[in-house]
Structures are given as C-alpha cells and as structure tokens.
C-alpha cells in the first residue's frame, strides 16, 4: 500500500466532487428559501408543522453535481395517517409551483427549485426514534445522530460515495442493491476515513457484523449486517446483495494495492457494432439470447425485483430442461425490459433418457413403464431408463413454449406474455452497449 | 399369468434344446473313451490318478448343441503346485492327439474328441471341500453335491439356461457378468422349477441372498448373494452384475406376463446400412463417435474388464470437461476393440467459468487471480469466477487430447494411444450392427 500514492488519487478525485464555496452558498440559499416557504404553508394552513432538510445536503456530504435536495414537513405526531397525507401533501404543494406527486411508503412530492430536484416529504415528528410511526419518521433521526459526528469526516464521505458510484454499488435501490448515503457514512464513521474502511472492508468476512456504537449483542443470519444507532433491530445494509458487498471487499484490495482515478470516474464503454457483437460470439462460440418486452411504467424498486425474479426463474426452466446458461442479467429503460442469456448449451438431442426406479421395486417399476410406454425402456445401473422425446431442443423454442409457466412477477408477466425472443446480434440496440459488454465479459 | 400358455412355451423350448437319446448315448461314449484315456495315461506315468467328468455333462444338463466336456484330472492332494501342473499337462496331452495348452488359474488342456471340445483339467482330489488347495479343486465337490440333487430337475435347469442365454446373461464370464450353470442348477434347486425361479426372482430385493441349504447367517453387502452349499463363505453370484441381475428380474416378470418363445431365442437383429444409421442418428439429434483400436491376442476375462474400465475412465473424463454422453458400449472381435458413446453434448463454446474461492476468502481469492490471471475475473454468488479459454471444445478433440491420460488398463493403453476415432456412420462395420442397435434404444 503506497499512502502517498492512494493521497494523490484521493485529492485529484476530491478536486472534482467536493462543492466549492459558492455552489455550498447557492444551495443554502435555495434550502432556506424552500423552508420558508413550508413554514409560511404551514401557518396559512393553521398546521403545527416546519420544514427540515435531511440528507447528505444537511451534513455536508454532497457531492458537486447532486442536485437532490430532501426536506421533511415535520407534522404533528397526532395527526392520523390520513390527515398527515392530506394536510402534508397541501403544505408540499403549497410550497412549490412545479412538481409531480410520488409514492413511496407515503405519498411526496418531487419539486423543481432553481434547477434543485427537492423532495418534500411529510412525517411524523415523534420525539424519540423508538416512537415511529412509518419509515419515513426515522430520517430526522438519522440526519440528527449523523450531523453532529460526521463533522470534519465530510471529505472521506464523499469520496467513498464518488468510489461506491464507480462500482455501480452505490444507492439501496432495489436496482443496485447497494450501500446508501447513510451506510457509507456509518462506515466512515467507523473506520475514520476513506482509506480506513477499505483497509476494513479488505478483511470482512461472510456474516460480518459492524456496529459503531459497540453496543448489544446481534445474532443475525445475514451476510452483511451494520446495526442502526438510531434503531439497534435494524440492519442499515439490509439492501446490500452478496453480490455488491463481495464486490466492495475485492476493488477494496485492489485499489490499496494499486490505487487509481479510474475506480471513482470508470472509462466510459465504447459503443459495439453488430458485426463487432457477431464476431464476439463467434469467437467465444456462444448463443446470445434476448427477452425483450415493452413493459408499463413503473418505478424501478418494483421493477428490478420482478426482473430479477424472472430471471431467476427462467434460469430455473432451463435447468430442468437440460440447457446451460454461462451468463446472464436483466436491463430496462425506456418503456422496454430485457432479460438476457449467453448460452453455454443451446441446443440439444432430440431425445433423452429419463431415470426411473430400481428394477426391484416392482410396483413403481411397473408405473414407470406403463407411464413411458411405448418409449424404449431399459436398465442402467439397476434402475430402469426410458428414452424419451425431448420435449425442446433448442432455447427460443423453450422460451417460447415456456415462459408462460414460470413464475415472472405479476407486473411483468403479462408483457413478457407478448414479448419478442432475440439472438445474437439482433439482440443490440443503441444504449445496451455497457450492457451487453458487462455481460460478455 | 396364465400356466396353459407357459407350459405350451416351455414344451416348445424344450423340444429344440433338450438332447435325444442317441446324443446323450454318443456323449456317454466320447466321455468314457476319454476318461479310459486319462486313467491310462496316468498307469503309464505311475502316478495314482483319475478322469472325473464334472460339469453339465455329468448332470443331465447340458443342452443340444452344446459341445463343452469337462473331464478333471483328479491328481494326490500331497503333490506340490509345480507336480500337480507337470505331471497333470502330461497325463492330459498324452490323453489326446490334438490339443492346445490353455491357462485360467493353472494350465489345462483344450483337445478335440470327435467333434466335441473337451477341456482336460489337472486338479488336487481332496478328501473334503474345505481342503482345497485351488480354486478348480471346488469343480468336484459342486458336481458330487448337485449330481444326485438335481436329479428330475434336468428339464428345469435346460430351460433356465436357455432363458438366460436369450437375455445375454448366461455365464459368469467378465464380458458377460451373469449366471453361471451351477448357479442355474442352484436356482432350480431352490424354487423347485423354471417357472419357480421366474416367481421368485420377479420379487427379489437389492442385497437379495439365497441358501439353499439354510444354514447360516450372512452379513453381506452384496446387492445378490447366493451361498455356495459346498463353501458357505463363498458367493456363488458374485460374478452376476447389478444390470444382469436387474435384467433377470425384469425379464421374468415380463415372461410370466406375456410368455413368448423369442425370449429363449431371440429375433437375429437384421443388419443397418451406413445410410439408415446416418438417418437414425439424424433423427435422434446424436453424435456417435467410436475409439477404435487394434488389440493384441488376449482372453475375454482379460480384454473386457479392461475395456470396461476404459469406458468408465472416458465417460469421466468427459464429464470433467462437461461434455456428456447419453449411453456408451463396449465391443470386441477380430482383433479389433470397441469402445462407443452416444453424445448428447459433443460440442461447447470457447469458453468457461472457473468458479473459485469466496471473495471474503482474501488469500485463496489471491491465488485463484494470480493463477488465472490475465483471464477476466469477476463476481457472482459472492465468489470469484474466472472466465477462461475451453481446452476443448469438441468431444473428437478431447479423445485424441487426453485419451492417453485416461487409466486405461495395461494391455490396452499401448492399442488405445494408436486408435482411429471414428463418428457417426464411419462407425459402422459388418458384425457391428447388433451391437450399435442395441446402444441406440
């Protein structure tokens, strides 16, 4: 590890992300203006309520070119459910000129201030974070806990969120499966810096457990568990796929031992050409299979799990029919889903054998046999063996015949119902290239 | 079952298989004449010795047709093993005028007495079983214990042989690995009839024993034990493999379904054309491919446990390069060995997956980059996979890549390491036909 080397990457990189004095002064005009604005919605409203910025832009670890901004209507704790949605949402509203209304565990409201994506979101401002009354409710606390201890760690915050980003792994959507703002800063909280965490993260092992406050014991069956201070039950890194934390643990390693820029601003992928996509299965002698399917709009965290789900489940089908996938992923954009497979074994015989009972057991024997006629049964290895047509020997026509059957999320299944299967280089179009490159690696 | 149409079938089998009486007065002679030969032989060389004949001749069950007679030479029991072998080679060669010298576990003599092939076996004449001094010493016993036992059950044990003949199970040789005559004899013995043996053997059990005798208890792990009566430790089915005792079951709950006579004479397979093999595999979807070597002079019981071993080792040698076969044979004659495998994978891409370490496994994950560097290497279930160049990607290739590092049995690694590999049709030759119908079920 070359401390100088890991400080000259880590300072070029901060020169980029870290907000100058102006931007931070921009901002914290626009904040002020928004509160205002709520807490003077608040009093026309005759309502008990004031605005609250929260996040990364409250604590100062925002990174130059974020342009979210999150203020909580902080709202009786009375209220019920029903009124705290009325009444916050008229306060929201009330506040901004141009916005859409969204849904999360409750409704918000994204805004548009001075080119500053905000969102306002209404909660229940209880006095203690063990009074919560949704989700939601639990931010303020957050934001209170992490304000005052991130104070001078801002700098290693953001360049471990600039470093997550990089890896794709940044962000708890269901999408990334990622590691929050939240989380990077628990652990810069505890490691004491960028540099310290990926020394830490280089040594995790499977069921790690991190808790910085060090207090009370966790018996927990999760791979990557970071006890909340604000919540002690709850696993701040909940969100993390095995995937994203073993990926951290190993571009940890590798960017300690030969740091680089090009962990925090990866080189963007050159575009394929479908002759360029054709030559490369051809030279790696695979199949490249696409489900592609218009889908209705969605958010992403609904989506993304019924994808994966698809996916899984198609991965699944083909087992049981005998065929092999080397790789495989999903993507979406654009009104448009696809699932996608590079296929070891694509093709197969017409026919199979299938492997019944032991020929000493009469009565399941004779089942077998009456079940299989008139197939050709013999004996292999003491059980009997029918040889069988196979059902599909190749994968379009098991996708086609199939996908129907398997378990697809029921957003999903009625587009993947009516969607087109693609090979080769027909499946590229402009804007998969990243993709299709990440999956043919 | 119905008895009628069994019996109407036996009646028919029996007509063509048992022998008449001018053969059974032909052989009565021959074996006299040889055993006056034998007792003459060994007056001339003063020693104190006999002509036994053992074997089915001596019991009344030796089918039509069948030319085998086996006359031990019964030698004193306190000659030396170099005695006995001198001494009983030259009472047998100065019995016959044309003879070869043949070896199974000591010499003996393979001679010709008018047209029947009679084997002239020195062996030790022991007063009791449990003195034997090799294994042929048994031969006499098992002769002395069944001659008077079968007695009226002649027809029985005609019969079962011929069954088992039909099935390709008959004889406790390694090509064959099934049902020796003693066996049968036993057989017969104990369920009292051809039909009884079927009876039974339709409901016999994985680690099924029989004892005649009933005497005894037996810890076995054997799948078929069948005590011998003249040496309770010693299994006469040994020789019987899983498939041959499977078939046997099977067949003879098929038989007592629907009895047919093409169970003890089999339909001969008509032959198949280089085209109507190239369509049947067409059809299947399958490769065929053959290793095809020139072989020295060997026995069976010496040829075929190598060229079943060869077979095993093959299958898993594809199988560690995930190539994967839908059924496989072996086949020997003319000086030529076969070893055949139906291909239901015989082709894969360039490329595989190495799946290796944990990634929070931080040496064994080094060591699994360093070696496969520079291979792509990525992520998934949270271990390091490496993406390497297939060393083959089609089973031809395979075969003449590794074939030589395969165990392949001593004889035949120096006939292997010189084989042709032959695919599909170009398999085929005359005499080959029955052979491959009965791989490609």
């Known amino acids: ?244 934390f073993s990926k951290f643990i190993d571009i940890s390693r590798s960017f300690l031992d030969v740091p680089s820029v090009t962990y925090f601003f990866p080189i963007p992928v050159s575009p394929i050409s479908k002759e360029a996509l054709r030559d490369l299965l051809k030279e790696r002698g695979t199949e490249l299979i696409a489900i592609d399917a218009e889908i209705p709009d969605m958010i992403d965290d609904v989506l993304f799990p019924q994808l994966y789900k698809a996916e899984k489940a198609i991965l699944r089908l083909m087992k049981r029919h005998d065929f092999k996938a080397l790789g495989s992923g999903v993507w979406a954009g654009d009104g448009r889903a696809l699932i996608l497979f590079e296929m070891e074994v694509g093709k197969l015989p017409n026919i199979k054998k299938i492997t019944g009972p032991p020929v000493t057991f009469r009565d399941r024997g004779g089942s077998f046999k009456a079940k299989h006629a008139p197939s050709p049964i013999f004996i292999e290895g003491g059980n009997y063996v029918a040889r069988v047509p196979r059902e599909y020997t190749n994968i379009i026509e098991l996708l086609r015949g199939e996908l129907d059957s398997c378990s697809l999320g029921k957003n999903l299944s009625t587009a993947l119902r009516s969607c087109k299967i693609l090979k080769d280089e027909d499946v590229l179009f402009e804007g998969l290239d990243l993709f299709i490159k990440g999956l043919l690696v």
């Open 1 to 244: 590890m070359d401390e100088d080397q890991i400080k000259s990457v880590t300072s070029e990189v901060l020169l980029k992300i870290k907000p100058t004095k102006e931007t931070i002064d921009e901002l914290d005009g626009v904040v002020a203006s928004i509160i205002e604005s709520v807490n003077k919605a608040s009093s026309e409203l005759k309502v008990d309520a004031f605005g609250k910025l929260v996040g990364s832009a409250a604590r100062g670890t925002w990174r130059s070119g974020e342009n979210d901004i999150d203020i909580f209507i902080m709202l009786p704790p009375d209220m019920s459910r029903e009124e705290l949605e009325e009444v916050g949402l008229s306060i929201a509203k009330n506040s901004a000129s141009v916005f859409e209304e969204r849904y999360a565990e409750h409704p918000y409201i994204r805004a548009n201030f001075e080119g500053y994506d905000v969102d306002l979101v209404p909660c229940f401002n209880v006095d203690d974070a063990s009074k919560i009354k949704s989700a939601v409710d639990r931010t303020p606390f957050h934001n209170d806990y992490m304000k005052c201890r991130i104070n001078g760690l801002e700098d290693e915050v953001l360049l471990l969120k600039q470093f997550m980003g990089g890896l794709g792994i940044y962000g708890a959507e269901l999408k990334v499966q990622g590691f929050s703002g939240y989380l990077c800063e628990l652990l810069v909280l505890k490691y004491g810096s960028f540099q310290g965490v990926l020394l830490g993260a280089s040594d995790w092992k499977s069921g790690q457990i991190i808790n910085v406050e060090g207090t009370g014991t966790h018996d927990s069956k999760d791979p990557f568990l970071v006890i909340d201070p604000v919540d002690p039950t709850r696993n701040v890194a909940a969100a993390v796929s095995l995937e994203s």
